[in-house]
């Protein structure tokens, strides 16, 4: 059973991101400016959860498949979750393997 994407504005709502911090990019990414985190208007709140190194078993299960499975679980308990993927190119993360 597959669901439709969300738009990344419908996203971005979801989350409570203000329109003035978020720059869509197509219809399925968007940026979120940095500036975001200095407005006294807008409440942190969450947690952060990186999935940055695990060893893929037979079946081909590793961080993709270990983050999407935590946010899908967290989600099925009724928490607002999140989850998105590195976009350092490859170059990058030679010269910083712990990223990878």
Known sequence: MQKPLLPIQAVARKLEIPEKYFEPLGSQSGKVKLELLSDPAFKRRGKLILVTATTPTAAGEGKT????????GLAH??????????SLPRASRR????LE
């Open 65 to 72: 498949v270990t983050s999407i499975s935590l946010t899908q």
């Open 77 to 86: 308990i009724g928490k607002n979750t999140s989850a998105r993927k590195s």
């Open 95 to 98: 010269s910083a393997p712990f």
